[in-house]
């Protein structure tokens, strides 16, 4: 899958831009508030129907305009689809998928798998378990159908099952939810399971590349501890002390992946710099498992490519972006070392104060 063609209007700054890309890189470069960043929050926008930076669609749409309007052709093994999605600041929203009229913005996920990497991406590594539970269930959504279906059954339970916490008086109350809860909780602890520890030795190879120094372990957590006892006995002995902080504190939704070096957090050990090389190790395995395992493309959106790095880390990683063989959208100030590390096979973008043009 890759983004072949692009239009937008009234994003952010951008009031107005045709783009075809190249189907593997594309640098995007110009000087600082010139709009890079809003090119590539328009292209996570049109793959999760949602911005990177914001919350509100009214931050979004350009100043002066009502809506803005997206409008993609998305190449997959199949051939060519058309879509289009338009966002106003009051709420409304349009968006059509191979010319039939769509409701949910969640349809929008299957057909671009888009990996972010931000400088902010190291919180990937040294935020809460939340931000690893979405890396890994990304690499689990594209990988198991039976996955998203049976995750959103569970959230919807765990949420019945928190609201009934509040008011009964005796555990024997929650067990209507706990039966279900506890089967879809081992399945899909398995799926999670099971991706991990294929995924696992596609990171290690970048890794030894990126971080030759280090030896990093690596385990999943799946949010019980499982060698001590079943989830079903941790909801019942959890049953006091849940009820008081007034959620349930054992099951998948306290998922966790955990990396460490001798020991220790790779968030205690290792530089900005080295975080962040880790997340695109992570990142890159991820790319390189969808294309595979699952024959599919995906599509890395790289905001500030160079900030950390060092020129050696740059080139090591240039040279795993090319192998991966994922769309790849590069956000640069400069294009002084581009060439040298990408081989001429990009296409280069220029922005200026939201104006874009391919070189
Ligand atoms: N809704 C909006 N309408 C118009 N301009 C905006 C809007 N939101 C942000 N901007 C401006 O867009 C410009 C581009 O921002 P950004 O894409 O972050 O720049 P870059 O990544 O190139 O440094 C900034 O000058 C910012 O002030
Ligand atoms: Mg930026």
């Not at 931050?59 to 009502?66: A, C, I, M, P, Y």
């Not at 054992?250 to 962040?276: E, T, Y």
Request: proline share 3%.
């Amino acid at each position: 899958m890759s983004l072949s063609r692009l239009i937008i209007h009234q994003f952010r700054n951008i009031s107005s831009a045709t783009l075809d890309f190249n189907p593997k890189i594309n640098v995007v470069v110009g000087p600082n508030g010139s709009g890079k960043t809003a090119l590539l929050e328009a292209i996570y926008f049109l793959g999760l129907g949602r911005s990177f930076r914001t919350h509100l669609t009214s931050r979004v749409v350009e100043h002066q305009s009502k809506s803005f309007t997206l409008f993609s052709e998305i190449q997959n093994n199949n051939g060519s689809i058309p879509i289009g999605l338009q966002k106003s600041k009051s709420g409304e929203t349009l968006l059509k998928i191979n010319g039939g009229y769509c409701k949910k913005l969640a349809n929008l996920t299957q057909y671009l798998p888009l990996q972010l990497i931000t400088p902010e991406g190291y919180t990937l590594l040294s935020g809460s378990p939340k931000n690893r539970r979405a890396f890994l269930d990304w690499g689990v959504f594209y990988h198991d159908p039976i996955f998203y279906p049976n995750w959103s059954r569970i959230k919807r339970l765990l949420k019945q099952r928190n609201a009934a916490l509040k008011q009964c008086k005796t555990y024997n109350e929650l067990q209507i939810w706990d039966n279900e809860l506890c089967l879809l909780s081992e399945e899909i602890s398995q799926q999670r399971q099971a991706y991990f520890e294929l995924l696992m030795p596609l990171v290690k190879q970048t890794l030894a590349d990126f971080l030759p120094d280090f030896s990093i372990t690596s385990q999943f957590f799946c949010g019980w501890d499982k060698n001590n006892k079943s989830l079903q006995n941790y909801l019942v002995d959890n049953f006091d002390r849940d009820k008081q902080i007034g959620y349930t504190s054992a099951g998948p939704q306290k998922a966790d992946l955990r990396f460490k070096i001798n020991g220790i957090p790779v968030s205690d050990v290792l530089s900005r710099g080295q975080l962040k090389l880790f997340v695109y190790a992570l990142r890159l395995a991820q790319g390189l498992f969808l294309n595979s395992f699952d024959n599919k493309q995906c599509v890395f959106l790289i905001d500030d490519f160079s900030s950390e790095l060092d020129q050696n880390k740059q080139q090591i990683l240039a040279k795993h972006i090319i192998d991966s063989n994922a769309q790849i959208f590069i956000s640069v100030i400069a294009t002084e070392n581009i060439d040298k590390l990408f081989g001429q096979e990009q296409t280069v973008f220029h922005v200026e104060h939201g104006k874009i043009k391919a070189e």
